[in-house]
């Protein structure tokens, strides 16, 4: 059944909650619910980073600038949602988004405040907003994980649209849940029109791919040989490697950068926007000067596997530089129509 092309983020993505099987909006250790007074060393961000990944972080900043982060985690999609629904009355100071295209979705609602030049000029043009809205904090390549056993290196795909062959029928793990996914269909209607996308995801669906919750559980089964291939973002990767106590060149599971601009080779970013009612706290721009300082880059790159977007901090081991990805030329101010997008994956039949 078509989308229509204004179906508000705010239905859809709470349409979407009942589909995707998704819980409510929920906290971390810190009640996130009152909002604080500019300059009281309290901050409330809305994380739609996993909370394994960034509090850690998170903790670092505190102990640095006795700045207290009251977050609330959940998808990047449910919190993108409910700032939607709670509007001038929310209590965040910042929204900490997995992907550009939700930053975009709630920007172009005019509910971010324009950040500082000195911030946004920490980052390449590619990865902010053109209206200054939001900053790019770390970036992440889509990529096919893949079992070396399973899946011989002359018969990977060099599209992922080949994915939809049958040969693929029941080998292909998805996390359509996911914002990087998500962002992923975004793309592919960017660059390709919204046909192409649902033609895409009707071909996924019959071949009867594998779902999981999350990126993570994808790559763990593509490394025993449960799953034969998945689509994930890199990084996931020196996740799991980490988790086993290894390299990723000790596991079965290896990176497949899609060639020739592909969209299965998307390049994008987790990132940051500070809402308006938090456009003068200096507590809140600490928060967004920290994410882009050397040290925070650093951990991105050696923590969490992902490519620093400030010059002059090294990329993540065992990966090609992001300078040298064949990316699909594909602005990410334009991933912003998240609505749409989900309602294209609920129709699929992709999420019971």
């Not at 629904?85 to 930053?103: H, V, Y």
């Not at 990977?156 to 939809?164: E, I, K, N, R």
Request: hydrophobic share 40%; charged share 20%; with cysteine.
């Amino acid at each position: 059944m078509p989308v229509p092309a204004r179906r508000s983020l705010a239905v859809a993505v709470a349409a979407g909650l009942l589909s995707f099987g998704l819980v409510a909006c929920g906290s971390g250790e810190d009640d996130a619910a009152d909002p604080g007074k500019p300059g009281d060393k309290t901050i409330t961000v809305y994380s739609g980073r996993n909370e394994q990944l960034v509090k850690p972080l998170l903790d670092r900043f505190t102990a640095q600038t006795g700045i207290t982060v009251k977050t609330r985690y959940a998808t990047t999609a449910q919190l993108a949602a409910q700032l939607v629904e709670e509007g001038g009355k929310s209590p965040a100071d910042a929204f900490f988004a997995q992907d550009a295209g939700a930053l975009g979705a709630v920007a172009k609602r005019d509910m971010f405040a324009p950040l500082p030049a000195a911030d946004l000029e920490k980052v390449p043009q590619s990865y902010r907003s053109r209206t200054g809205q939001w900053v790019g904090v770390s970036a992440r390549s889509r990529v096919l994980a893949y079992n070396v056993d399973a899946v011989p290196a002359a018969e990977l795909p060099t599209s992922v649209f080949a994915l939809t062959d049958p040969k693929w029928k029941g080998r292909i793990g998805v996390a359509p849940t996911n914002a990087s996914f998500q962002a992923f269909v975004t793309a592919i209607r960017v660059q390709h029109g919204d046909q192409k996308a649902k033609d895409f995801l009707a071909g996924l669906k019959a071949n009867e791919p594998q779902i999981r919750d999350n990126n993570v559980k994808i790559v763990e089964e593509v490394d025993k040989g449960t799953i034969a291939v998945g689509l994930v973002n890199h990084y996931y990767l020196g996740e799991v490697a980490k988790e086993k106590g290894t390299t990723p060149d000790a596991l079965k599971a290896k990176l497949h950068f899609f060639p020739g601009g592909d969209t299965g080779a998307l390049v994008n970013v987790a990132g940051v926007g500070v809402l308006k009612r938090s456009a003068t706290d200096p507590d809140t721009k600490a928060f967004v000067d920290f994410l882009l300082n050397t040290e925070s880059q650093r951990y991105f790159a050696e923590q969490t596997f992902e490519y620093p977007v400030v010059a002059g901090v090294a990329a993540p081991a065992g990966v090609p530089p992001l300078a040298d990805l064949d990316s699909p030329e594909i602005d990410l101010n334009d991933l912003d129509t998240l609505d749409a997008t989900i309602g294209l994956i609920k129709d699929s039949g992709l999420v019971p």
